[in-house]
């Protein structure tokens, strides 16, 4: 033992600063490497859909029982809903607090860059929640149609009961053989981080820092609010863990959400450090955290009740305490909703903005600084899965025996 390894959290970490570093040396020319990121973000969606498949089924069935899975699918939904909806409203209380729209200049909108469109209705939302063809669902990536067969999969092994066992094994040894294979892809993480970083900066520099300098700052304050009250409230007082045992491991993860902005992209990564470092049984992890990457939203209701609360001070609109409400609840709801619709945040501001009778125009500039924003509501959206997962596990019992 005279030489010990570094782990992979630390060559993450430098990964991340020498990617900072070398965008900001070489500007646009550190181009040349994103390919070595895209590299790493086509092996992580490799893996993706096999892994949400294999570890649900695995989970769901192995709970044993159907009363335990109602009260932990209960549980989980609650968290996330009720995560959300608080985020929501920090978002708008800092929104109103900081004016991030007050005296911004109306002649740097560009008009005609985006298109409006219709918010989906709910009913349909939930209903696209279900899938038609399974396999089509495999085959597309619809996370949240893969996890809605795979616990009916799981469900249906638990109630036959002998007879489903050959097919549990398989999924077990399966879902096993998926967490190897995300080994083998994180082995690769820190120079693909180190890539993907660079090139955002190198691509964005300082700039960004210009017009929506106010909307990014509050969007930030909000996500910070959300982890240092919300989420060190829950660490403490209900998963009862430590903040420094938390942030320890939790930094592994915030590099990749960083550098793919993708929940569901990061999942592997989050299944791995709640399973590993955090000790939680796979079957909780396996079920709790692929639902979290397609429905729990912290980080973009945040967002989304910031850019509603910009817009309308940018255009001198006053908020109604009813339209505020209806704010938080239509963030909270979109968010919910969110994964089911392609082109992500941008296309679902238009369609928040639209909801409230806004003007959709700013869209064109944000759209131009997205990444450095939705960069932040990753972290905070991956995050938040881990904080509820560590809060059932423990109101669950739901820790490996070391």
């Known amino acids: 033992m005279g030489k010990s390894k570094m782990q992979l959290s630390t060559k993450v970490f430098i990964g991340f600063g020498l990617g900072i570093i070398l965008g900001l040396i070489f500007k646009e020319q550190i181009l040349v490497i994103k390919p070595l990121g895209d590299l790493f973000l086509r092996l992580i969606k490799m893996i993706v859909v096999p892994l949400v498949f294999f570890s649900i ?15 932990v699918g209960s549980k989980t939904l609650l968290y996330y809903f009720v995560t959300t909806a608080i985020s929501g409203l920090i978002g708008l209380t800092v929104a109103r607090a900081l004016k991030p729209g007050a005296g911004f200049a109306l002649d740097m909108i560009q008009n005609g860059t985006v298109e409006a469109k219709e918010a989906p209705k709910f009913m349909d939302t939930l209903l696209n929640m279900v899938p038609v063809n399974p396999f089509q669902s495999l085959v597309d990536g619809n996370l949240i149609q893969i996890i ?25 040894s399966l879902a096993e053989i998926m967490y190897k294979i995300t080994g083998i892809v994180m082995a690769y993480s820190p120079i693909g981080v180190t890539a993907l970083i660079a090139a955002s900066v190198g691509e964005y520099g300082l700039k960004i820092f210009g017009p929506l300098s106010k909307l990014i700052l509050a969007d930030y304050v909000g996500m910070g609010l959300v982890l240092v009250l919300l ?17 320890k491991h939790i930094f592994k993860i915030w590099a990749v959400t960083a550098s793919t902005t993708s929940s569901s992209g990061t999942l592997p990564v989050s299944i791995r ?15 709790t955290l692929p639902l979290g990457a397609t429905m729990n939203m912290n980080g973009a209701a945040i967002y989304f009740a910031v850019a509603v609360v910009f817009v309308s001070q940018i255009y001198g609109i006053e908020m109604s305490f009813a339209q505020q409400g209806m704010i938080v609840l239509l963030s909270t709801m979109i968010s919910v909703g969110a994964p089911g619709i392609p082109g992500g945040g941008i296309v679902m501001t238009i369609m928040l903005l639209n909801t ?39 109101t669950e019992n739901e820790y490996k025996v070391i």
């Open 273 to 287: 450090t709640v399973e590993e470092d955090f000790n939680v049984k796979p079957e909780l992890a396996g079920f």
């Open 231 to 247: 989420y060190t409230v829950m660490l403490k007082v209900i998963a009862k863990i430590g903040l420094k045992e938390f942030y």
């Open 148 to 172: 809605i067969f795979a616990v009916f999969v799981g469900i249906a092994i638990t109630i036959i009961g002998e007879k489903g066992k050959p097919v549990k094994d398989i999924a077990d």
């Open 356 to 394: 409230m009778g806004l003007p959709v125009e700013i869209m064109g500039l944000i759209a131009g600084i997205y990444r450095i924003l939705d960069m932040g509501h990753t972290t905070i959206n991956v995050t938040g899965d881990v904080v509820s997962t560590l809060c059932i596990a423990r």
């Open 57 to 71: 089924i695995s989970g769901v069935a192995s709970m044993g029982d159907i009363k335990k899975l109602q009260r």
